[in-house]
């Protein structure tokens, strides 16, 4: 597609459920990053992926928070047992080559706002 | 730890107008990026301008300059004629030469007047 696509774009689940969110990169980006950001807030990274490896989670606020990417494309952010802590939007972007290099930008999706009741 | 502050939570400027946004840094590397992203109500962060810490000449966007600092590590963004479609949050960010990472101010909320 022509930019990062992010899948639900709303996602309402229960404390306690699984969750999985969706974000197919634009085609061809090596790089792919998460974010979370808390309402009102600005973004916090979560983790960092070039192609299928994921080389920085440093991010992600506990271990039931856990992302793949396994065919270096599309990745899935999943949240086990969620918690009202974690809702908030989850934002993707990425970058055309890796390391995280600043002469390719990064390019955002809409992020899907998830809210636990 | 780096931090970026952005110390105006909401700004508002008339139409047309020029209004200044604030962001200051902390950072002991030399080698580092400033940017300045726009979130619309869509929620996608749109790059609006971007700053190497070695060029020492500001960066301009058409109607988007910046106003880059670095013995006070501020980086401030001036748009000029101020158009309605300029409404968004705006958010500073750093990143470091040495990581993966973007770090992240507040934002500032900029409302225009018509």
């Known amino acids: 597609g022509a930019g990062v696509s992010q899948s639900p774009r709303y996602k309402v689940a229960k404390r306690g459920q699984d969750v999985a969110l969706r974000c197919d990169p634009i085609?061809?980006?090596?790089?792919l990053f998460w974010y979370q950001q808390a309402l009102g807030q600005g973004p916090e990274f979560l983790t960092y992926?070039?192609?299928?490896?994921?080389?920085?989670k440093s991010g992600l606020p506990s271990d039931r928070f856990f992302a793949e990417r396994p065919e270096g494309s599309v990745s899935t952010l999943k949240i086990q047992r969620t918690q009202q802590e974690d809702s908030a939007v989850y934002l993707c972007?990425?970058?055309?080559?890796?390391?995280?290099?600043?002469?390719?930008?990064?390019?955002f999706g809409d992020g899907t706002r998830l809210s636990i009741l | 730890a780096q931090t970026v502050t952005q110390s105006q939570p909401e700004m508002s400027v008339q139409e047309a107008e020029t209004v200044t946004l604030s962001c200051t840094y902390d950072?002991?590397?030399?080698?580092?990026?400033l940017f300045w992203y726009k979130q619309p109500p869509s929620r996608q962060m749109i790059l609006v301008i971007r700053?190497?810490?070695?060029k020492q000449q500001n960066a301009t966007e058409n109607r988007f300059s910046v106003n880059f600092q670095k013995a006070a590590k501020s980086f401030s963004l001036k748009i000029s004629d101020s158009q309605l479609g300029d409404a968004a949050m705006y958010f500073c960010?750093?990143?470091?030469?040495?990581?993966?990472?973007?770090?992240w101010g507040a934002g500032t909320k900029l409302i225009i007047k018509p």
């Open positions: 972007a990425s970058s055309l080559v890796g390391g995280g290099l600043i002469n390719q930008p990064q390019h």
């Open positions: 085609s061809g980006h090596v790089s």
């Open positions: 992926f070039q192609n299928e490896a994921q080389l920085d």
């Open positions: 950072t002991s590397e030399s080698d580092y990026y």
């Open positions: 700053q190497e810490a070695y």
């Open positions: 960010a750093q990143h470091m030469d040495s990581n993966y990472q973007l770090i």
